[in-house]
């Protein structure tokens, strides 16, 4: 698929979306009790940082030559998705810090992001935001335990 270089406004509102809850937490950080333990992953958290950066780069910067279209095999699970990701967000921020909870945090926002990639035909996005997603429940079960 050729590709060209853009500001991707349905890349831009797929990543507001996902991090409206986290804007939120951080307008708002007692909300949520902080984890007095600390683990040190620093290289797990580079891997996971560095593959963040390059999905949201590319969802938001490339543009497809194919358009997406408001397909319902994208649209609803990505619908379906989002909802459950703000209701884990909900569970949590109501004191609820178990570990599907969490797993939950960490596992289903990369689905989401899997899908609108497809949605919008960003592909070469779909590889960081694996390593992403499996990094993240890595760093999701070391933090936990």
Not at 80 to 93: D, E, N, P, R
């Amino acid at each position: 698929m050729k590709y060209s270089f853009g500001v991707s406004w349905k890349g831009l509102l797929v990543i507001v979306l996902l991090i409206i809850p986290n804007a939120i937490f951080a307008l708002f950080p007692d909300l949520m009790p902080i984890s007095n333990s600390f683990k040190d992953h620093l290289p797990l958290d580079i891997i996971e940082h560095g593959t963040r950066a390059i999905y949201i780069a590319l969802l938001i910067s490339l543009r497809p030559q194919k358009e997406a279209s408001l397909k319902k095999s994208y649209i609803l699970p990505m619908t379906i998705l989002l909802l459950a990701y703000y209701s884990l967000w909900l569970a949590l921020l109501t004191g609820n810090h178990s570990f599907i909870v969490l797993l939950g945090m960490a596992i289903v926002p990369v689905i989401f992001l899997i899908f609108a990639e497809l949605w919008l035909n960003i592909y070469p996005a779909i590889l960081p935001t694996v390593i992403f997603g499996i990094i993240h429940v890595i760093i999701t079960y070391i933090d936990y335990k």
